[in-house]
Each structure stands twice: as structure tokens, then as C-alpha cells.
């Protein structure tokens, strides 16, 4: 095994990224050879769940986001990041519910890794129900429209 040198130049740069970026951890390889660097997040405690449990109604409230799910026209996130409705702020927004739309045209746009990326309608039909929200997050295979 040959001897590792550690380049404290490249470890710098490397934590200079992952406060650009807001990463957490980033780790580069060359050969044999790696460097990881790791930041330390915030500790965030959980507050306590309360003694008494919600009643049993409560439960059902979750349903439609897995009906939405199911439904044959439902247009579900192929990424993680942050929709937005319009091309930029101020802008009439792409869609809205009750819009006619065709197959491939633009619904919304989703902001990963500060790429904006088209998300267009997998078939033609009318908007009958926007589920994701302007400018908050959405996980992969989330439910983000609904096209009739």
C-alpha cells in the first residue's frame, strides 16, 4: 500500500464547497486515494409526542393524497427539489386548474441542484387538481397534478 499525502490545500477547498453548496458531505477519489469531509449539522431535538393519542378520525384526513396517487392521470415528481409554477417570479404561471393541456407541454418547473428542470404532461387533458405547492419541496414520485 502506498503512502497517502494529505493535501490540506484540496481538504480546505473541499469544506469551502460544502458551505457554497450547503452539502453535508462531500468526498473526492483518485486512485486508491480518497478524502471525505463531513460537517457537522445542528442537533435538532424532537419534541416529545404528547401523552394522549389523536383520535381514531383523524387518520382517514391522508387518503386523497393516495387516491390522488393512483389516479390514471396523476403527474408525479421524477425528482426531488422545489417547484415552481411560472418561469420566474411575477410571470403568469404555466397552468392552472382547468387549463387544457397537450401532451408534453410545460405544468411547472422543478429546481434541483439550481437546474430548472420542464416538467411536462404525460398526456393531453384538463387540469382538475394542482396537489404540489409554489415554491415548496417535493420528493421523488410525489404527486404534483392531475390531468382529465
Same mark, same amino acid.
Given at each position: 500500500?502506498?503512502k497517502?499525502?494529505? =493535501?490540506?490545500?484540496?481538504?480546505?477547498?473541499l469544506?469551502?464547497?460544502? =458551505?457554497?453548496?450547503?452539502?453535508?458531505?462531500?468526498? @473526492? *477519489?483518485?486512485?486508491?486515494?480518497r478524502?471525505?469531509?463531513v460537517? +457537522?449539522?445542528?442537533?435538532?431535538? *424532537?419534541?416529545?409526542?404528547?401523552?394522549?393519542?389523536?383520535p381514531?378520525?383523524?387518520?382517514p384526513? *391522508?387518503?386523497?393524497?393516495? =387516491?390522488?396517487?393512483?389516479?390514471p392521470?396523476?403527474?408525479?415528481?421524477?425528482? $426531488?427539489?422545489v417547484?415552481?409554477?411560472?418561469? %420566474?417570479?411575477?410571470?403568469?404561471?404555466?397552468?392552472?386548474?382547468?387549463?387544457? $393541456?397537450? %401532451? !408534453?407541454?410545460?405544468?411547472?418547473?422543478?429546481?434541483?441542484?439550481?437546474?430548472f428542470?420542464?416538467i411536462?404532461?404525460?398526456?393531453? !387533458?384538463?387540469?382538475? +387538481?394542482?396537489i404540489?405547492? =409554489?415554491?415548496?419541496?417535493?420528493?421523488?414520485? %410525489?404527486?404534483? @397534478?392531475i390531468?382529465?
Open positions: 500500500m502506498s497517502f499525502n494529505i =493535501d490540506n490545500d484540496a481538504i480546505r477547498q469544506a469551502d464547497l460544502l =458551505d457554497e453548496t450547503n452539502l453535508t458531505e462531500i468526498e @473526492v *477519489a483518485a486512485g486508491d486515494n478524502i471525505r469531509v460537517r +457537522q449539522g445542528t442537533m435538532v431535538a *424532537a419534541a416529545p409526542a404528547p401523552a394522549h393519542h389523536a381514531a378520525t383523524a387518520a384526513a *391522508a387518503a386523497p393524497v393516495n =387516491d390522488s396517487a393512483a389516479h392521470g396523476c403527474v408525479k415528481s421524477p425528482m $426531488v427539489g417547484v415552481y409554477f411560472a418561469p %420566474e417570479p411575477g410571470a403568469a404561471p404555466f397552468v392552472s386548474v382547468g387549463s387544457t $393541456v397537450t %401532451e !408534453g407541454q410545460t405544468l411547472m418547473l422543478i429546481e434541483a441542484m439550481k437546474t428542470n420542464p411536462r404532461a404525460t398526456r393531453s !387533458g384538463k387540469i382538475t +387538481q394542482i404540489a405547492i =409554489d415554491g415548496n419541496p417535493v420528493e421523488y414520485d %410525489e404527486p404534483l @397534478v390531468i382529465e
